[in-house]
């Protein structure tokens, strides 16, 4: 045994978070951690690597039993930890954040750069990632970013990596290298630590599960003996079926129009959307469904043709007239387009309407409060009060307060890109569910996502991109996986 953690309890500002919790891990294997948003995983791991200190119970590591743990401690004895928000200074290079409080330093105390660019290179090249060691980070995109992540925790040597939702940024083909790349270590017995809300990411690459709910273990065992919806059951406490929870509606009028749109990654696009109706995007990643939504809020620049609401143009390359025109867009990738770590979770949730009736002056913090109480009812937010740093909630949770963000604007046109990234089954269904009730309300709806069992749930009808172009619409009955890649992936015409 690698790692046995036992009867551990963690508790912030007197409310206990994880409750005699437990944790084996062998050499060798990849252990999925695996329990709802708000469950403790992170905590745990924050635990183990001395972010966090514990307030009882025991850590044994390579045989040494682990009394006060600290960041440098946990690192020099070969615990590694690619945390769930990326860690990385974006004014830095990539070596510099390699190399950061490590510096190798040559024979007159000077730091030597040249070595350390050099070593960088060849740790990329051993992984067979493609980065410019002295490149900035900010100019990364942000699977490079998650990629340099992944690449720093294994530059020295671990024996036991943590990876905390890895995925989120990754295309497919990147996911597939990265399992590669902890398959390879595997076979030198390393052990990782695997968190990840996508069943069929744990099932690829896990050995072994651990389940947690609020705060509690629930049971471990080997992946192979148990199935998804078992895990699922684990996970949640009970079996509950969200299966059709689809129902057909009527629609208004045309509220989101798109005629002869271009813009970069995507060409030529004819859509009218109706209001109350929901319309899912969704292609290969690259294929341009989130760059059409990026466009049409003003964050990129369109090329030609034109996005009507409600009858009037939008002008291009607009935000601020996006949302007056009552656009509102959730962004994907939570970490670096959503989070406002200075804050709250009540200013990061209403911050997007006070931009848009320009008050924020006068922010009435009870009126506020109230309808935060609303939000965190229906969107079952953990969070204990909303004066709480945003950091302070499980990654899940922060998701839930951005979609609140953005419902918070009464806007009529939502575009959701990848609006469940990082949420677990329980809560995703409870999105799922508000979506559809939010649409019987008469809003419109974009939503844009890689996992096609989410439009079969919710969309009306659903457009394939590929190569910026949309290939196929497919009406809500016709929806299901194989179509749906069929035509994602050109083999419909191959
Ligand atoms: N620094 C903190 N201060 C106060 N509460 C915290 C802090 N960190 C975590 N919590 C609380 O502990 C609970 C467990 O959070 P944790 O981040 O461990 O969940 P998780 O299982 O990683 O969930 P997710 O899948 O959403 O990331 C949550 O209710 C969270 O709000
Ligand atoms: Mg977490």
Known sequence: MLLEMKNIDKAFNGVPVLKKVQLQVEKGEVHALLGENGAGKSTLMNV?????????????????????????GS????????????????????WENIFLGKEIVGPLGRCNKKEMIRMAGELFSRLDVRIDPTEKVENLKTSEKQLLEISKALFFQAKLLILDEPTTALNNDEIDHLFQIIRNLKKEGTSFIFISHKMPEIFAISDRYTVFRNGEYIASGKIADITAEE????????????????????????????????????EDINLDVHRGQIVGLTGLQGAGSSELMQCIFGITHATGGTVTVNGEIIPYHSTHRAMRAGVAMLASNRKENSVIPDMSLLENMYLAEHTLSASKFHIHQGREKEKFEKYRQTLNIKAQDSSDSILSLSGGNQQKVFLARWLNTNADVLLLDNPTQG??????????????????????????TLEIPEIQKIADYCAVFYEGKIVKTLQHREINEQTVMLYSTNAANA
Do not use: W
């Open 231 to 266: 895990v699922t059951r684990l996970m949640v406490g009970s079996t509950s079926s969200f299966r059709d929870i689809y129902e057909a509606r009527d629609t208004g009028e045309v509220v989101l129009s798109l005629k002869n749109y271009s813009g970069p990654g995507f």
């Open 423 to 448: 949420i677990d089954v329980g809560a995703k269904a409870e999105i799922y569910k508000l979506i559809l009730q939010l649409a019987k309300e008469g809003k419109t709806i974009l939503i844009n």
């Open 75 to 94: 690192e020099e004895l070969g615990i590694a930890f690619v945390h769930q928000e990326l860690n990385l200074f974006n004014d830095m290079t990539v």
């Open 48 to 72: 183990l690597t001395g972010v966090y200190t514990k307030d009882g119970g025991t850590v044994e590591f390579d045989g040494k039993t682990l009394e006060h743990i600290t960041i440098r």
